[in-house]
């Protein structure tokens, strides 16, 4: 039996006097290795802020992050993607003044990313392998043909898919996805959905945000419901489905069947 | 003129977050290192008359040293308030200098600073010093290259567009921005140098923000992305000035009009290559990506 | 004791002349989206024509200042129009240089025009109250409460009104700005105005109190720099707040360290206030 | 045939008037000299250039004056200026000179070269020194603006009334450029004393005597060179200055007929009076032609070589047209300048005398002279 | 009434993105469109709402040329847009979206108390600033923030990306209400496409700046049928 491989334990966020994820008591739920989580949960329910914070963007108000056995409190966010974990974001972020290789290049860890090697060169043997990597990821994401193209030539839909390509790069052991198909076609949906069910099927531990139920609840097989920054619901998504609580905030009714 | 000239180029081919603190760091160290000790009149307390290369050393060590003071704190900025934090720096350093003696001499300076000897090697002092100024510059716009043209020059560029996706992806920031920070103000010490070499003279009034804008402007008149660029602006800059003060006038009168006037030009100038661009163009053109 | 009140005091005074200075900069620059860098020559365009009109012409006070005001707004409308607008999509560092050439023009035409020499209007000399020992002049008290009502003014400017709120959504977001009916031009052309306005009612204060030469305008703009980084750039309010910090600490500096460090004392302090928040008073952060 | 002379003035900036009157000054000399038939090495032609004050505008304006014109000599920078040009001249062999560069710097580094008809800081401190210490002032405050040209001296005064254990109550040493001086003034005014010696620009002269007045300074004034001019009385008030303000710069002794003479070409030729230093400046160019004239090598290094002589031993002359004829006559002059006998000592500078002027009815009237044996 | 495109061409700079575009957003109707990614859906509500200059072609609303007036007389002419993204005023707070946008027209105070009463989120945050917002409350405000002007024709780019399905429900009712009291709207769609397909007359579906295909909205609710049409243009 796999371990958990994320814990969050009683997390709380308060932006004023606004409590964004935790509510009173905090937020506590913990994530196997190798599963597919699939959190949703009302707008303004704190998913994006969850992220954050175990992504260590924002700094929680109390209660604490732990990855694969380390306590994530006061450990930079860079130092966190460090240790295996890979995040996109809501609004994509792209580097503008790079083109789309470079910033799916920007995602792997170089050698020639100290000093010593770039004035020694040595860090060129290794590049040739890393560009072969990137443009396998970008066709994974059917960016195949815009790998020379400046990324503010590239359309919302794109730029998502970009992001995760520069995620796939870097072999994350847990990553965690903000409303990956928001804007992203159908058609590019399914190679999404395939992509994501092979990496799980790699053995990654993959956290979703979604409002898409159709794609989400087709390849999660687990679903954490916030509501109000606090935890509604959990479960496989045929028991998310017909939670009452979960229709009532979140579905609407025409999902309750 | 053609010193001049060549200096100027050397300065500008200082991209990133050249000020004048690192300039005059150096100039100032420089001129420290080669001084004779104090006597007389001298207000300053440390002399210790070595020879121009260990100077030339202690420059580049010295503005690297004020690099590391300054740059550590201003870690946390970005953009726009980490260029003005280090002008600020640059400003409070001046003011040091100004009022300090026991330092540079407050106001005054220190004057006749020292400078190789170039016949040595077979060469007038100005192209000797001409020279210098290109080399130093070739080194640098090639160091530049190499770093830019790295991954980690990739690394500096998605720092500097979106810091909180380059952490997503384990981009140590902080490092990043620190070095990046450091390494270029080691060849603004060492053009600071040459600077005190050439005037003989180190002194706050030569070290004023308007060096600073000089430089924002040469790198904006040339495009900010290319080194070709900036050392076209650069250039482009410099003759200009020269074009404008090559009139000369033989009556107090028209000097003084002139002097009026040229500042109008200057500015005219400026507002019309910015608008239109010629420049930019150019090095564009030219480039290769 | 008296004497730290007095520094307090004449820290007040000289933050809010630094008040008045930068509001307009920072206007600018929150609007505008660059560093408007001829911002402190409007003071001098200002502050000459109210000599001019003054001395030369013989105007009473009142109406050369008034008139020195609407005709500085007007100038610096003209240059943004003539100048910034067919620029201004070519990025803010292309904007910053473009005013300092702008800058070296209007210097240059001051210098060419009025001259050189020292001039000061003709105006009679500040009278001195003391309250509580601590003195102040009733040009001070002018400075002061000039400062005050163009904080609060603008506020109420800005937030209360069709054009104020116009003046911040297109400084945030222009092209949002004309599909939710803004007009931009129109916006601008207000910002500009009432910027250089306030550049003008500076420049009147700097006339006012100072002896004028053509660069003392000039050697304002480090410490209009100053307060408008400490604020937050383009932070209207905070400038208020940090005009006076800078203004207090530079002046109360002078009891404890050589006056001859004051202009470090207003760096010193956007230093270190930047290092405790890094995006200035205002705290605001723009992405 | 020319020869060029470079004058190196600020027109622009804070010094500008000092700058427009020892360019004027030069080339009413110029003119003076060109009238006789110039020097052996052809008339004088000049080239100006402003410097605003700035060292590093001045290091290339000079240059290019040495370069691309030929100039034997620079006239005119002003302090920061000439001791950054000191290097140069003195590699480029081009005689420069000042008439009013008074920096304690050059004391050491002047000489070969490097001249100025006026003489250092150092004797603007004792003689304001002396004055204040004679007016029988129990305390004094010392507002100095932050430059060389103006610390140095007063450090010398103030050393001078130390020793006569004249209380000083403060040395502010200031900033200029500020709209306002009210800080500074804080403590000088808290401490009531009986004069204020201010050593700073015009600009800021102005507005310190304004507010030092209005905020309630009772006491009398000693200003220094800066602010001799006419025009501090339109620009402060004549009323806060008249029988209370004093100002002290180094003078041409006007009592000498070689003055006289001046002031009356001055004022045919250029009209009014002249103003600070025109004597000094007229002496330079005079200087500069007669050492061309005697050496005979037109060259920066010609006149450097004769220079001393021209001004020592010799039959006495006091215009360019008079050395020229006894020049011509093979006999050795001594010129005896506008602003006084002329003698480099050996930092190529003139010992120099001093007046303090007093304030009165909106005019400057004289009050004291200090000749230059008042020192010794 | 009606908006007509006819012709359209457009693009950044240079480079040509749309490549002669008909469409009509009759009143009363919702037209939607869609398309895969970098089709130019957004380029097209881009230049029917004066933001990007128009090649060729003309856009005609209520006999108006619309043509190159500049974004601000298009939005006068009743033509509102919510784009894709930076569709908010950021530094602002909820309120004065709402004021900044309504200031230039009539009724607006009725139809900003309307907005705040169907999206009580935004009262709650109305002095919270934009930037602030969580990214479906953000949408909200935007399509209020068009609302508020009182437009004919309305284009929604993408407005339910990111919305909890009870979130878009709402948001299609009431478009759907605005449409009944004869509202123009044309809706870029992406998300949650069977909504917005089953209260729709006709669908355009864009394909490298062409059209591909108009259809009844209808037609493409049998199951499987949008793919097919999708993966049809792809191919
Ligand atoms: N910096 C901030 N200051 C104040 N409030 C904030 C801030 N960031 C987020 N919030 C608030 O916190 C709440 C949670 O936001 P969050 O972005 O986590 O929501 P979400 O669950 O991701 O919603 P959505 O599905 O709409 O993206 C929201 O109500 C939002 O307004
Ligand atoms: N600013 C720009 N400059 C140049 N090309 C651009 C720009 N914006 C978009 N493009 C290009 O125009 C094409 C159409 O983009 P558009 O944004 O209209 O697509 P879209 O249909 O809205 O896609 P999505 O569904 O991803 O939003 C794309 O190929 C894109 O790369
Ligand atoms: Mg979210
Ligand atoms: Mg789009």
């Not at chain 2, 495009?223 to 650069?234: A, Q, Y």
Request: net charge negative.
């Amino acid at each position: 039996m796999s371990s958990d491989l994320l814990v969050v334990e009683n997390l709380r966020k308060q932006f004023g006097g606004l409590k964004a994820v935790g509510g009173d008591d905090g937020l506590s739920f913990s994530v196997k290795e190798g599963s597919f989580v699939g959190l949703i949960g009302p707008n303004g329910a704190g998913k994006s802020t969850t992220f954050n914070l175990i992504s260590g963007v924002l700094e929680p108000t109390a209660g604490r992050v732990v990855l694969a056995g380390t306590d994530l409190a006061n450990v930079r966010s860079s130092d966190i993607a460090s240790l295996g974990l890979g995040r996109t974001f809501q609004t994509p972020r792209a580097f503008m003044s790079l083109s789309v290789l470079d910033n799916v290049l920007v995602g792997a860890k170089s050698s020639g990313e100290n000093l010593r090697s770039v004035l020694l060169g040595g860090w060129r043997s290794s590049e040739p392998a890393l560009i072969e990597k990137a443009k396998a990821a970008l066709t994974r994401v059917g960016l195949e043909d815009r790998v020379t193209e400046t990324v503010s030539n590239l359309s919302g839909g794109e730029l998502r898919m970009l992001e995760v390509a520069r995620q796939l790069i870097r072999d994350p052991k847990i990553l965690l996805l903000d409303e990956p198909t928001a804007g992203v076609d159908p058609s590019l949906q399914g190679k999404l959905s395939k992509i994501l069910t092979d990496l799980h099927k790699e053995g990654r531990t993959l956290i979703v945000v979604e409002h898409n139920l159709h794609f989400l609840f087709s390849i999660a097989d687990q679903i954490i419901v916030l509501q109000q920054g606090e935890l509604l619901s959990s479960g496989t998504p045929q028991e998310i489905k017909t939670d009452p609580k979960v229709v009532a905030a979140y579905l609407g009714d025409e999902h309750a069947a | 003129m053609t010193v001049c000239l060549n200096l100027q180029y050397a300065r500008g081919g200082m991209i990133n977050f050249g000020t004048v603190a690192y300039f005059a760091a150096g100039a100032y160290a420089y001129a420290i290192f080669t001084q004779e000790p104090p006597k007389g009149l001298d207000q300053y307390l440390f002399g210790f008359d070595a020879p121009w290369w260990i100077g030339f050393i202690a420059a580049g060590v010295a503005s690297l040293l004020f690099a590391i003071i300054t740059g550590w704190p201003t870690l946390r900025l970005r953009g726009e308030y980490l260029a003005l934090t280090t002008f600020a720096f640059a400003e409070v350093l001046h003011s040091f200098l100004l009022n300090e003696r026991r330092i540079g001499n407050g106001s005054v300076g220190l004057s006749n600073v020292d400078r190789p000897d170039f016949s040595a090697i077979g060469l007038s002092e100005n192209y000797g010093f001409m020279l210098s100024a290109v080399l130093l510059l070739i080194l640098t716009s090639l160091l530049c290259r190499r770093i830019l043209a790295s991954p980690y020059g990739r690394a500096v560029d998605a720092v500097r567009d979106d810091e909180v996706a380059a952490e997503a992806v384990g981009k140590d920031v902080h490092r990043l921005r620190f070095e990046i920070f450091v390494i270029s103000a080691v060849p603004i010490g060492f053009a600071g140098a040459l600077y005190a070499m050439i005037t003989t003279l180190v002194s706050p009034d030569l070290f004023t923000a308007e060096v600073t804008f000089f430089v924002w402007i040469a790198l904006v008149l040339g495009g900010e992305h290319t080194i070709k660029g900036v050392i076209l602006g650069t250039l482009a800059l410099v003759t200009f000035e020269e074009v404008v003060r090559s009139l000369h006038f033989e009556t107090v009168r028209a000097a003084e009009i002139a002097a009026s006037v040229e500042y109008m030009m200057t500015g005219l100038i400026f507002v019309m290559i910015l608008r239109w661009q010629p420049f930019t163009r150019f090095a564009k053109k030219g480039a290769t990506p | 004791m008296t004497l730290i009140a007095q520094y307090f005091v004449t820290g007040i005074v000289t933050g809010c002349f630094l008040i008045l200075a930068t509001i307009g900069f920072s206007l600018t620059r929150r609007v505008e989206g660059f560093l408007n860098i001829a911002h402190a020559e409007m003071l001098g365009v200002s502050a000459f024509i109210a000599w001019g009109l003054n001395t030369q012409a013989g105007w009473p006070f009142l109406p050369a200042a008034i008139v020195a005001i609407v005709a500085t707004a007007f100038l610096g409308l003209f240059i943004g129009r003539l100048v910034y607008d067919p620029i201004r999509n070519l990025g803010p560092a292309v904007l910053l240089i473009s005013s300092v050439g702008v800058a070296y023009v209007i210097g240059g035409a001051i210098d060419g025009i009025v001259g050189t020499g020292i001039r000061s209007l003709d105006i009679p000399l500040a009278t001195t109250y003391k309250f509580l020992g601590v003195r102040i002049t009733d040009y001070q008290m002018i400075v002061v409460g000039l400062a005050a009502l163009t904080g609060i003014s603008l506020a109420l400017f800005l937030n209360k009104t069709k054009t104020g709120l116009a003046i911040r959504a297109m400084a945030d977001n222009p092209a949002l700005a004309a599909s939710r009916g803004i007009d931009v031009q129109k916006t601008s052309r207000a910002t500009w105005l009432v910027a250089s306005g306030l550049a003008g009612l500076a420049g009147v204060m700097l006339a006012m109190i100072a002896t004028l030469s053509t660069d003392i305008a000039f050697h304002q703009i480090l410490q209009i720099l100053a307060v408008a980084i400490l604020a937050g750039l383009g932070s209207l309010y905070s400038v208020l707040l940090s005009g006076l910090i800078v203004g207090v600490a530079m002046d109360m500096s002078v009891y404890f360290i050589p006056a001859g460090y004051r202009p470090l004392i207003a760096f010193a302090v956007v230093i270190v206030v930047l290092l405790v928040r890094p995006e200035g008073l205002s705290g605001r952060s723009k992405s | 045939e020319e020869v060029t002379v470079g004058v190196l003035v600020p027109l622009t900036g804070e010094l500008g008037e000092f700058g427009k009157i020892v360019a004027g000054s030069v080339e009413l000399g110029a003119n003076e000299i060109n009238a006789v038939g110039g020097t052996s090495c052809g008339n004088i032609r000049l080239v100006v250039a402003d410097t605003g004050g700035n060292p590093e505008v001045g290091i290339r304006e000079a240059s290019k004056m040495i370069e691309s014109e030929n100039a034997v000599a620079i006239l005119g920078p002003t302090s920061g200026v000439m001791v950054a040009l000191v290097d140069l001249a003195k590699r480029t062999k081009t005689v420069t000179m000042s008439p009013y560069a008074g920096t304690i710097t050059l004391n050491e580094l002047g000489g070969d070269y490097v001249y100025r008809t006026v003489s250092s800081d150092l004797g603007d401190g004792a003689a304001s020194g002396l004055w204040l210490k004679d007016k029988g002032y129990k305390s004094v405050a010392f507002l100095v603006q932050n430059e060389e040209s103006t610390i140095s001296p007063a450090q010398v005064a103030r050393t001078t009334l130390e020793e006569a254990d004249i209380e000083l109550t403060d040395f502010v040493v200031y900033n200029p450029g500020q709209p306002s001086y009210q800080a500074e003034l804080i403590s000088v005014l808290a401490n009531e004393p009986d004069a204020i010696y201010l050593a700073g620009g015009q600009e800021s002269g102005v507005t310190v005597i304004k507010e030092a007045t209005s905020g309630g300074f009772e006491g009398e004034w000693l200003f220094t060179a800066d602010l001799a001019v006419p025009e501090i009385f339109d620009a402060a008030g004549a009323d806060l200055l008249n029988g209370r303000a004093y100002v002290e710069f180094a003078d041409a002794d006007n009592s000498l007929m070689e003055y006289k003479a001046f002031e009356a070409l001055h004022q045919d030729k250029a009209g009014g009076d002249p103003g600070p230093f025109a004597a000094n400046s007229f002496d330079m160019i005079n200087l500069v032609a007669l050492s061309l004239e005697a050496s005979g090598v037109c060259s920066g290094e010609g006149i450097n070589s004769v220079i001393r002589d021209v001004v020592d031993g010799g039959e006495s002359v006091s215009s360019f047209a008079e050395g020229k004829a006894a020049l011509d006559e093979g006999k050795d002059i001594n010129y005896e300048g506008a602003s006084g006998p002329l003698v480099f000592d050996p930092s190529g500078t003139v010992a120099g005398a001093y007046t303090i002027q007093r304030a009165e009815g909106g005019e400057w009237v004289n009050e004291e002279f200090y000749p230059a044996s008042a020192f010794e | 009434m009606q908006l007509e495109v006819r012709g359209l061409k457009s693009g950044y700079g240079k480079v040509q993105i749309l490549h002669g575009i008909n469409l009509k957003v009759p009143s009363g109707e919702i037209t939607t469109v869609l398309g895969p990614n970098g089709a130019g859906k957004s380029t097209l509500m881009k230049t029917i709402a004066g933001h990007l200059p128009m090649m060729e072609g003309e856009v005609v609303h209520n006999g108006q040329h619309l043509n190159g007036i500049g974004p601000l007389h298009v939005c006068i002419a009743g033509v509102g847009l919510v784009p894709q993204d930076a569709n908010v005023f950021s530094d602002l707070s909820v309120r004065d979206n709402l004021n900044a946008s309504a200031a230039a027209f009539e009724g607006a105070i009725e139809r900003i108390a309307e907005v705040l009463k169907r999206f009580p989120i935004l009262q709650e945050r109305s002095n919270q600033l934009a930037s602030t917002l969580s990214g479906g409350e953000r949408q909200t405000l935007a399509i209020a923030t068009a609302l508020v002007a009182g437009p004919d024709i309305l284009l929604l780019d993408e407005p339910t990306a990111g919305l909890a399905p009870i979130f878009v429900d709402r948001i299609v009712g009431w478009v759907e209400e605005l449409a009944q009291d004869g509202t123009g709207i044309a809706w870029v769609v992406e998300q949650n496409p069977e909504k917005i397909l089953a209260i729709s007359e006709d669908a355009y579906v864009l394909d490298a700046g062409r059209v591909a295909d108009v259809l009844k909205s209808k037609t493409l609710l049998e199951p499987g049928r949008l793919e097919e049409v999708l993966l049809q243009v792809h191919a």
